[in-house]
Structures are given as C-alpha cells and as structure tokens.
C-alpha cells in the first residue's frame, strides 16, 4: 500500500482520511490494504488527542460495517481503549471519547450477532464512572441510550434519580423518562426505593420548565401505581385518592403538554373513591368531600378532595382539543369501577359530540360504547339530538362508532324509539354505502326493544302494504331497513308473528343477498335463508305449527350463543423460532384470518347438527354443502396446512352423513325394510369414514376426542335401530371406545365430556346383559351434541397420511405378460407422505367376481427418515385364471391396528384388522402368453 506508506499520524487531515474512508467502502480493495488500514488505526487509538479520535472511531465503525469479519477486533480494540481511558482519570476531552467510544460499541453489538453479547463486559460501574465525568450533551446522550447497555436496573435507577436533580432541565426530563423506564421494567418493589422515586417526581411537578413537569406527570402516575400496590390492602385506597388529588392540583397548568398528560395519567391510575371521582364532574364543592383529606399522606402538601372540584369539566371546556381528546379517553377506565359516575358523566359526553373536532367527537363516543357495554348508558330525550347528529356525522368512523352503540342502546318510550330508527334512516339516505352496517344495527336494535316491536312491526306493515312491489320498491333504502326491523321480531317475541303479514318475509326473501350481508356476523346466508323460509311458512298458518319454528330459533340461538367460546385454532407447533421472526405481519394476518374462518366454519357445523335434530334437515344438509364449499375455496389460498382443511372436511362429511341419518331415527316405530336398508348403507358409510379419519391424521391432540365420541355415538345409533345380530359387536366396540377415550382424557389431564361419563355408566349398568334399554340409548344419542366448546379445540398442526399408485409403461396396448395358472409380479411405483413409522400397509389386488389378495409391503422400504417416500415394490398374485385377457384393480391400505375386534381369521393371509384404503384402485392390464 504505496498510499498508506505515505501517511503517519502527525500529517493527517480530513483530505487523507477521506481517501482513506473511500478504500474502506470500496469493495475492490484488497484484504491486505484493508488489513493494513486497520493496524493503522487501531494504533492511532491509544493517542490523546481527542479531534483525531473522533474521526478515528467514525472510520473504524464504517470499517466494521463494510467488513463484517473485522467486527470483533475493532470491538476489542475500541473496549480495551475504552478501559484504558476510563482509568487513567476523567477530563472533558477523554469523556467525550469515552461517549463516542460507547457509541461504536453498542452500534456494533446490535448489528453483528456474533459479538452481540459482548456488550456485557461495560458493567455498571464503567457506565457510571462515564456519565458522572461526560459533559451535557454526553450525559444527555448516555441517559438517552442506557437500555442498551447491560446495565443493571439498580445502578440504572440510582444514576437516573440522581441526575433528576441535574442543574439542566434537559437532563432532568431525560432522568424521569429513564425512572418510568425503569418502573415498567418492574424490577423494583422496596417500599422506601418507590417512595423516594414518587416523592422526588412529585416535587419535580413544581419545575419552571413545561417539558420537565410533563414527565414528572407521567413519573407521578407509573410510580405511583406501584407505590400503591405496595400498601397493604386496607390503606390502598387512601394511598390511590392521594395519588388522584396529586394530580388533580395541576390540571390547570399553563402548559398545554402537561395538562394533556395529566388527564392520561387519570385513564392510568383508573379509580379512586366514589366521592372524588364525582366532584371531578362538579365545580361546586359536594358535603361529601369538603375538608376530606386522605388518611395516609404521601407528601406534605396532599390536597384535599375540593381539588378535585371540576377537573374533568375543566378538560372538556379546554381551548386546545388535544386536552379535551386525553380527557374524554381517560373515561373509559373511570367509569369501570364507579357506580354513579357513568350517569353523571353522560350529560358531559353529549355536549362533546357537537365538538369541531372529529378526534374529539370519536373519542366521546368510544366512551359512550364503553358505559353501554357495561349496561349503564341510558339514553334520556335531551341527549338524543347529540346522538342522532352522530349517527349523519360527515366521519365514517363517528357514523360506525355511534351505530356499535345503537346495537345496545335501550330506549325508555316508543317516541325515542321512533325518532332513532327515523335518524337511521336519515343516514341511510345520506349515506347508502353504510347499508349492511345499518340494517345489522336495526337488527340488533329491534330485538333490544321486545316491548316496542309490535308497534314497530305496525307501523312499517303499513307501511309495505301500501307499497306496489315495483323492482324499484325492492331497491328501496327505506323498505329494506323497514324490513330488517320487522324480521328481528320473531327472534324476540314470538307473539309478534300475528301481526307480521307473510308479505314482510317474501320481501325479504327476495332481499337474501343484501340482508346476509348485513347479518353476516350473527347467521350466513343459509341458516338465514332457512330462517326466512320457516318464518314465512310459520306466518302463513297464522302461528299454529310455532312449536316447530321456536325448536328451530332456539336452535339458531343456541349455535350463535356459542360464539363467545368460539373452539380456538392453536398455531402451528412446529414452526421454529427463527421463522416466526421472519415472517412478515401480512403473512400472520392471513393466517389468523384462516385460522378464524375455520373456527366459524366449526360453529356453522354444530349449528347444522341442531337443526337436523329440530327437524330441519333439508336446511342443515344445505349449510353442510356450503360448510364444504367454503373449506375447499379456503384450502386454495390458505397459510394452513393442507391436512388441517382436510381433517374439517372429513369432518363435515360424517356429520353430513350423520344428518341423512337421522330423520330414521326420529321416531321410534320400526322402519320398512328399503328405509332400513338405506340407513346400513349410510351407518356402514360413517364407520368406514372414522377409521379413515383415524389412520390418515398424524399430529391430533384434542381432535382425539372428538372422533372417538364420534365412534361412539355410531355404536350406539347401530345399538338403537339395527339388528339384534350386530349387538355383541357392537357391545364391544362400544366398550373398547370408551376405555380408549377415557385413557386418552387421563393423559391429556382433560375433563371428560358429559357425553362420555353417561355413556360409561350405562355400560356399567347395561353389564354382560343383552337386554338393553331402549329409553336409556335414545336419551344417550340425545345428548351428543357434535363437539364440546370445552374439550375441542382444533390445533390446526395436522398432517394427512396419503399415497400414490402407480403401475408404469401399463395399459391396454402395452400389458403384463402372464401365464395362467402361474404367479406374475405387478410393478408398482409408490410414493407416500407423511406415513408414520411402524404402520402397516397393503396392497389390495382384486379381480372383476370380487375375489381378492392382499400383499404385505416391506416396512424397510419405507420406515427412513423424511416425509415423503418413493420407492418400487413389485406385488406377487397367484390370481391368474385361464384367460387371454386380465384386468387386476389395485389399492394400497394401511392396517387399522386400534381395532381390536376380530377382524379375520388367524389362518387367513392377510391384514388381521380393518384396512383404510389411502388411493383410488388403479387398473392393471395383463395378457396370457399362449
């Protein structure tokens, strides 16, 4: 390096050590020109001169980003300088080096993991000796960046409560913001430590500078909050209420910053007694607080509970919306714990929904949601206009927010009632593009105000019936939001039926796809369609057949109840840890909305499964199909794992046929034999599909339960209807499932369903008798109820077992060679996925007049690592009659060893259990020699 052999220590300037910068980023320059580069520098570190050492350690940074393979000798070199100033005694040059040092270092340690825990090595004791000796800026730099330095929270906490008495307000501020820090840490609990630290941001309130007291809010709010859980119980609340009046004496500061984070810190503390709370919503002092004083004094100048006098009057009233936005938002936590104070604060909330700002008339109403979610928003006459400008606000955001609060809204006379639903229908006409949104609120309203609906119902009947029934009356804003009040009646009060012309229901019929967009949260657009239907149907008859819908209804209600305890999707388990990391938040959406869809595919399911058992089964058999349309358009485009969408649609499917099922088991007189016939076949159908569920699914856990009730319930329908003939097999399927899914629940350490414990002891009662009751089994088959919210919950980490056949270079003109009577080998081409270890597999040859062959595949082929194998495997039959032209069908199995009920006889090659068959049966073409 003829360049380099020029310079020296004495001659740089920022000319050279530019020069120098660009071989430094320049990729081309040669490792040993580099590597002399950093010889070079690494010895200009341990000069004093503090101008040449600031360039020095910028280079050497950029060094160690351009060659990443240096990064852990620049660091050493950089800490060993480090150490060496730090002892050689503390001036102004050497402090500032000493900061720019620790800059390189931390910059390094967060961008090259390999030194990532490097950083360690500057314990507490260096730090401080740094920040005690640094100038202004330096101190202000080092407090700023303190987290990330392995710095102990207890060095940590004495540098910052020390520095907030720093002459300069600057340090001051950065010193409480570190305080905060370290409260949220939670590392600290001694009472004197947080009293120490309160007391000093409570005196740190007074400060002259706005920004220094605007910290010293949030100080007074985090550690007091501890402060506070520290008392024991008895003094806590005095403790909280003098926290509460700390506050409350500068909310009527002059700085704008400070008076915002005041009504912030509010919404943090949360609570404070009754009667302080409501004198925060009265200028005037109340009898209950004059002179009230907290018991346990916290500092010598805690106020009394006239300081509270007004506060939050104060805040909705400031000049500046930023005030009045942190005063509304902070309601939302005080008017949790407070019995009085959400009705004396709803006056003040009304006057906030006229503010100019949008922001402002948001936020009012989010705390207007808040109260109505707990069930103490009333809604008097006076407030209504606020509420019904709400609902026509310009804001799609108010407009939406002030509906979610008409969704619980419940109105004392018909007049308000009548004045909302016409301020709803105003805004619908002023803003027809929130149409599903409103006529899901008028749902939701209408079954709110049962006692109003009959009026309701009337007026609007009147209302339709006066109507043509043009195309252009379907498209009418106005009919459909008339109608969507008028159908939420029967889901309230049955007696309201009668006053429903049939009309109402054939309009809304007709309005399928509109109003299933509206209610899509609540029923899809079959269950809704099936609703419509009987609805029509029930209002047609004038009530008479109501037994039948009210089973109905209250099936629909039971489904759409469980959507509180909706069956969780757990993650994917097998995910490592490095690639939740990568993953981008896109992909996470996507998936949490597919894992979503799912679970609302599974309540549809259970839903089906209630109206089949109420009668309807045309419906549920409807919303069956649908359930499975909608798994396979999903399984197209979805994150999930392809064996968890087929795991649900396997899954559907049973339940599908489950339903077909059941209407022969509604009534219990004997059936003729075509029907009986019809439901072997659908019950042979369900058991062939279990023990399919069950071999072709690795990775359940909870799903384990579920199919073994499924088992059971099969046994005991076969129990209830069939031929005494199968009882004895049946019997003992029955009793080997039990004790498999109770094994299973004490492994797991879950609780068995109710399900379950029944079935268990009526097998204890039934004993070795073969006389059993048929009372008890309908009672039993009653109560299964598709899955329990308790025990289910689909992991969404499955793997479905699958395999293919093929028999290459064969068909019709190219066939195997055979000669009859004589073994011929069939060559196989097989591939297979996700096959566990140790499992048993098959080949099933059969001939057209049904005779067949079963050949045993060689575990060895198979049982290697990796989830997918191929290998060729060449099947031996002795099935060659006398004939020119054969054509073999063959399949490919796996043993279900969990049966454990003879299957075939022991001297019978072949599997010694039930075979579950994994791909179609492919065709073999075959000749005869002669």
Request: aromatic share 8%; net charge negative; with cysteine.
């Amino acid at each position: 390096m003829e360049e380099e052999d020029s310079i020296s220590a004495d001659s740089l300037s920022l000319n050279t050590l530019a020069s120098i910068r660009s071989l430094i980023i320049n990729a081309d320059t040669s490792v040993s020109v580099i590597s002399s580069v950093f010889d070079f520098f690494t010895g200009l570190l341990s000069r004093d001169d503090s101008a040449i050492l600031h360039h020095v350690l910028k280079l050497l940074s950029d060094l160690a980003f351009h060659r990443k393979e240096l990064a852990p000798q620049i660091f050493d070199s950089v800490l060993s300088n480090l150490l060496r100033l730090q002892n050689s005694g503390a001036d102004e040059s050497r402090g500032r080096v000493a900061v720019e040092s620790l800059a390189v270092l931390a910059s390094l340690s967060e961008s090259n993991r390999s030194i990532a825990t490097a950083i360690s090595k500057i314990d507490g004791e260096v730090f401080a000796s740094i920040c005690l000796g640094a100038s202004v800026s330096s101190r202000l730099w080092l407090l700023r960046n303190a987290e990330r330095f392995y710095v102990s929270s207890s060095v940590l906490f004495t540098l910052f409560l020390g520095f907030s008495k720093d002459p300069y307000p600057c340090i001051r501020k950065v010193a409480l913001d570190g305080l905060i820090s370290v409260c949220k840490v939670g590392d600290f609990d001694h009472p004197n430590a947080v009293q120490c630290c309160y007391t000093r941001a409570v005196e740190l309130l007074g400060d002259a500078e706005d920004s220094v007291r605007s910290s010293a809010v949030r100080a007074v709010s985090m550690w007091g909050r501890v402060l506070i859980a520290s008392k024991e119980e008895t003094n806590r609340r005095e403790c909280t209420d003098a926290v509460f009046l700390q506050l409350c004496l500068i909310v009527r500061d002059m700085s704008v910053e400070v008076r915002v984070e005041v009504f912030k810190a509010f919404g943090i503390l949360g609570t404070a007694s009754e009667s302080i709370i409501l004198q925060t919503l009265s200028k005037k002092v109340l009898e209950a607080g004059k002179g009230k004083k907290p018991q346990n004094h916290l500092s010598n100048d805690t106020a009394d509970v006239s300081a509270a006098a007004g506060v939050f009057i104060h805040g909705f009233e400031d000049e500046f919306y930023e005030v009045r936005e942190a005063a509304v938002d902070s309601f939302h936590s005080l008017s949790v714990n407070s019995i009085k104070f959400p009705d004396e604060a709803v006056y003040l909330l009304m006057d906030m929904l006229y503010d100019d700002y949008m922001v402002v008339r948001l936020k009012a109403l989010q705390a207007l949601h808040h109260i109505a979610d707990l069930g103490n928003l009333k809604i008097q006459e006076t407030y209504l206009p606020g509420f019904l400008d709400a609902i026509v606000d310009t804001s799609d955001n108010v407009r939406l927010t002030a509906r979610n609060i008409l969704k619980l809204a419940k109105l004392p006379d018909l007049k308000l009632v009548n004045k909302c639903v016409d301020g709803v229908l105003k805004s619908l006409e002023m803003y027809p593009q929130d149409e599903p949104d409103i006529l899901s609120s008028l749902f939701h309203f209408g079954q709110n105000h049962t006692n109003f609906l009959h009026s309701m119902v009337k007026r609007f009947s009147e209302t339709l019936e006066t109507s043509s029934g043009t195309k252009s009356e379907f498209n009418c804003l106005q009919l459909s939001a008339s109608l969507m009040l008028i159908i939420s009646a029967p889901l309230s009060n049955k007696q309201s039926f009668t006053s429903i012309p049939p009309m109402a229901f054939s309009y809304s019929l007709a309005m399928l796809g509109k109003f299933s967009c509206g209610l899509h949260d609540m029923m899809d657009q079959d269950t809704l369609l099936a609703y419509l239907a009987q609805c029509a149907l029930l209002s047609a008859s004038s009530g008479t057949e109501f037994n039948k819908g009210d089973i109905f209804l209250n099936a629909y209600r039971r489904s759409n109840a469980d959507l509180s305890g909706n069956p969780v999707l757990q993650p994917n388990k097998d995910i490592p840890a490095e690639s939740k990391h990568v993953a981008s938040e896109e992909e996470l959406e996507n998936r949490n909305q597919a894992l979503k869809s799912v679970s609302h595919i599974l309540l549809k399911i259970k839903a089906a499964w209630l109206l089949s058992q109420s009668g309807c089964s045309k419906e549920a058999l409807r919303a069956l199909r649908a359930c499975k349309q909608e798994l396979s358009t999903l399984a197209a485009k979805s994150p999930i794992s392809n064996g968890a969408f087929e795991f649900v649609y396997q899954y559907v499917h049973i339940i599908e046929l489950l339903t077909q099922a059941w209407p022969h088991f509604e009534y219990s007189r004997p059936i003729s034999t075509c029907r009986s016939v019809e439901l072997e076949l659908l019950m042979e159908e369900v058991e062939i599909k279990l023990m399919e569920i069950r071999c072709r699914f690795t990775g359940m856990s909870t799903e384990v339960s579920l199919v073994l009730e499924l088992v059971i319930f099969s046994c005991l329908l076969r129990l209830y209807k069939l031929e005494i003939c199968y009882r004895l097999s049946c019997m003992k399927k029955l009793s080997s499932t039990v004790s498999q899914l109770e094994l299973h629940h004490e492994q797991q350490c879950t609780k068995p369903s109710d399900f379950l414990t029944e079935t268990k002891k009526s097998l204890h009662e039934i004993g070795s008798s073969a006389d059993i009751n048929c009372c008890r089994l309908l009672d039993l088959i009653k109560m299964f109820n598709c899955f329990s919210r308790e025990q289910f919950t689909f992991s969404g980490n499955l793997q479905c077992v699958s395999a293919e056949l093929e028999v290459p270079n064969n068909g019709p003109y190219s066939p195997i060679s055979f000669v009859p009577g004589l073994p011929v080998a069939i060559p196989c081409a097989i591939r297979l996925v996700n096959v566990p270890r140790d499992t048993c597999l098959w080949l099933r040859i059969s001939r057209s007049d049904e005779t067949c062959q079963f050949v045993y595949v060689d575990p060895s082929l198979y049982n290697g690592d990796g989830r997918e194998k191929r290998f060729m495997f060449s099947a031996v039959t002795y099935m060659t009659p006398r004939a020119v032209v054969l054509t073999l069908r063959v399949s490919i199995g796996i043993e279900c060893l969990f049966e454990d009920i003879g299957y075939r006889k022991q001297r019978c090659h072949g599997p010694k259990h039930p075979v579950a068959y994994l791909y179609k049966e492919r065709e073999v073409q075959l000749v005869s020699r002669t």
